[in-house]
């Protein structure tokens, strides 16, 4: 007989203790689960206490680094990253189990995310499908070293699955915005260092062209008053960015 594949569920955490549990409770089924946490202040680190012993403090070193130490604690066969404010769907768990029943045939699976935002999920707008690749083989995944946005890349084949990620990111309003000061800044740098430059018309066009993209072409309207308010939000950070780079390079 074939020996079942195991799967680890990887999480890293950093002041979590709202969403953690939603989280955890959605892959209690997992045969490993492994959170490494960035010197929480909070009941972080004891929640995740509840579900898994490996669980493991250190500094945080940034957001490719930290999740590339929480890959190399799992010992599963596949893995699957979250972030804390996401939740595994009953149907993405069944499309887990039948990849890890076939053992592939892919290195990789992309999937979808619902993102939640005041209590409702945004359809339009490009914010779904919103595929992210997060279940991999342990070994040919890793997330590539960049400031912000991180994301895997995988040594072989990848495909898509159904089932979705439920993403609850933002708290409110003042949650977007400061993390979009802190995002904008480490985008920001990224960028200086590649050699990007922004010129004064930027700081109109590229806010502009998101808002434009997101609410019309993308039908954001249709999602009433959340789709125009992500749009503003996204545009506003589009500025930033905009305004961060130039301020940077203006010399």
Partial sequence: MT?????SVVVVTRNEEERLRACLEAVVWADEIVVVDAESE???VAIAQEFTDRVVVRPWPGYAAQKNAALDLASGDWVLSLDAD???SPELRAEI???LASDGPADGYT???RNIFWGRWVRHGGLYPDRQLRLFRRGRGRFEARAVHE???VAGRVEPVD???EHRSYRDVSDFLTRADRYSTLAAD???????????????????GRFLTMYVVRRGFLDGWRGFLLATLYAYYVLIRSAKIWERTKG
């Fill in 3 to 7: 020996p079942r594949l195991r799967l």
């Fill in 42 to 44: 909070d009941k972080t």
């Fill in 111 to 113: 999937v979808p995310r």
């Fill in 163 to 165: 089932g979705h990620l």
């Fill in 86 to 88: 996401e939740v595994v």
């Fill in 97 to 99: 189990a039948r990849v």
């Fill in 190 to 208: 990224d960028a200086v260092a590649q050699g990007r430059r922004a010129r004064v018309s930027d700081l109109l066009l590229r806010p502009l």
């Fill in 151 to 153: 994301s895997v890349r």
